[in-house]
């Protein structure tokens, strides 16, 4: 299928209690790589966004992590109400990003395997898991955008 979307920088959150995982793409939607780690803080969505405007991300996804059923798991709120201040904060600085919550499911299971793989114990790749789980989430993100011809996931909108 050929995509109608235009080039533009994506970016994933992977929202946890402790850490928050930051994944980029290039313009072309391509190629997921790592970016930072986050502290989770009242300061996390600001940092958030200004990761978004220095890479110009035109939309950030950010995983909902489901249980393999695909009902809310104890993190479904924390990452809802992380996409909802994002798009607060969107709408309020009048920049022009997409925030969108995409399933996530098994995407730090699927990070961990790769550390694994590659030779790193979980003590070292406890900095970057994060990071490595946002790369699954914007790697399935891309790949949905490539066999749907549009952004993927549910747009999440400012509320009243």
Same mark, same amino acid.
């Given at each position: 299928?050929?995509?109608?979307?235009?080039?533009?920088?994506?970016?994933?959150?992977?929202?946890?209690?402790?850490?928050?995982?930051?994944?980029?793409?290039?313009?072309?939607?391509?190629?997921?790589?790592?970016?930072?780690?986050?502290?989770?803080?009242?300061?996390?969505?600001?940092?958030?966004?200004?990761?978004?405007?220095?890479?110009?991300?035109? %939309? =950030?996804?950010?995983?909902?992590? @489901?249980?393999?059923?695909?009902? $809310?798991? &104890? /993190?479904?709120?924390?990452?809802?109400?992380?996409?909802?201040?994002?798009?607060?904060?969107?709408?309020?600085?009048?920049?022009?990003?997409?925030?969108?919550?995409?399933?996530?499911?098994?995407s730090?299971?699927?990070?961990?395997?790769?550390?694994?793989?590659?030779?790193?114990?979980q003590?070292?790749?406890r900095? %970057? =898991?994060?990071?490595?789980?946002? @790369?699954?989430?914007?790697?399935? $993100?891309? &790949? /949905?955008?490539?066999?749907?011809?549009?952004?993927?996931?549910?747009?999440?909108?400012?509320?009243?």
């Amino acid at each position: 299928m050929v995509s109608s979307l235009p080039r533009a920088v994506r970016m994933a959150l992977d929202v946890g209690s402790v850490r928050i995982g930051v994944a980029r793409s290039d313009p072309d939607g391509i190629m997921a790589v790592p970016v930072v780690t986050i502290a989770q803080s009242e300061s996390a969505v600001i940092e958030a966004l200004d990761i978004a405007r220095e890479y110009d991300a035109k %939309v =950030i996804y950010v995983g909902q992590p @489901v249980n393999l059923r695909g009902d $809310a798991t &104890a /993190s479904t709120a924390m990452a809802i109400d992380f996409a909802q201040a994002l798009q607060a904060g969107i709408h309020d600085a009048q920049i022009n990003i997409e925030v969108r919550l995409i399933d996530e499911r098994l995407s730090t299971v699927s990070a961990h395997n790769a550390m694994a793989s590659a030779g790193k114990s979980q003590r070292q790749s406890r900095q %970057v =898991i994060d990071q490595a789980a946002a @790369v699954v989430i914007l790697e399935h $993100a891309l &790949a /949905s955008e490539k066999s749907s011809g549009s952004y993927v996931g549910t747009l999440v909108v400012k509320s009243a």
